[in-house]
């Protein structure tokens, strides 16, 4: 059974950067599409980034084009984010999941592994 577990998360100032990171354990991820959500206070969860198993295919959510850059590395079994240029805004737990299906990620449906989520803080 695959288990993502999520680390890397902390506290940053506006314009600051962070790398999350996801590692895999119990299956082999080049099975797995892999996408990043977060949730913030009071708020609904919502997708920040998937990438297809071979990477080939990368979708990222409006609010963080340009700004975040998903990617991976198979034979390590891990999965990366990279935050740049942090606003306040973007404070929130952020989750790594997994999914067989690249589409499913995208639109967050029915996922099939949850890591535990790492809290990101963006404040001065």
């Known amino acids: 059974q695959l288990q993502l577990v999520e680390s890397g998360g902390g506290l940053v100032q506006p314009g600051g950067s962070l790398r999350l990171s996801c590692a895999a354990s119990?299956?082999?991820?080049?099975?797995?599409?892999i996408g990043w959500f977060r949730q913030a206070p009071g708020k609904e969860r919502e997708g920040v980034s998937c990438i297809s198993n071979s990477g080939g295919s990368i979708n990222y959510a409006d609010s963080v084009k340009g700004r975040f850059t998903i990617s991976r590395d198979n034979a390590k079994n891990m999965v990366y984010l990279q935050m740049n240029s942090l606003k306040p805004e973007d404070t929130a737990v952020y989750y790594c999941?997994?999914?067989?299906?690249?589409?499913?990620?995208?639109?967050?449906?029915?996922?099939?592994?949850w890591g535990q989520g790492t809290l990101v803080t963006v404040s001065s």
């Open positions: 119990g299956f082999p991820l080049d099975y797995y599409a």
């Open positions: 999941a997994a999914d067989s299906m690249f589409l499913e990620c995208v639109l967050g449906n029915g996922l099939d592994a």
